[in-house]
């Protein structure tokens, strides 16, 4: 039994993406850009009430940044800016394998975020 390639031909519906291939739509483009500018807006205000609660005699209760925060104000700012921007390319290299994927845990990161920025108020505040 023979087959002649040369009359098969290709579908005219073209074969689906790879997952690493699919574009963001304009709208859900703009909700991730959104999201990713209120969390680094969440990360200021932690950094700014967490400095504000040591200057006025607190102690930093996340034991990965107690020596951060001893050392310089400075220092704990640039920590919080190299974990945003490797949150950044966390989410845009997770929705590139698995579609939405890195939006779904970059939402649990901003209520994480709101959590602690709230605590922070509560302790400032009460």
Known sequence: MTYNLHHIHRSSISPAPSPRSYTYDR???????????LLGGLFLLDVLTTEFILSNGGQELNAFMVGVVNCSGIWHFVIKCCVMIMTVMTVFYSNSIIKHSGTGA?????????????????????
């Open 27 to 37: 709208a859900y483009r703009s909700v991730l850009f959104f999201i990713l500018f």
């Open 106 to 126: 970059l939402i649990l990161v901003v209520g994480w975020y709101v959590a602690v920025i709230c605590h922070n108020l509560g302790v400032i505040f009460l």
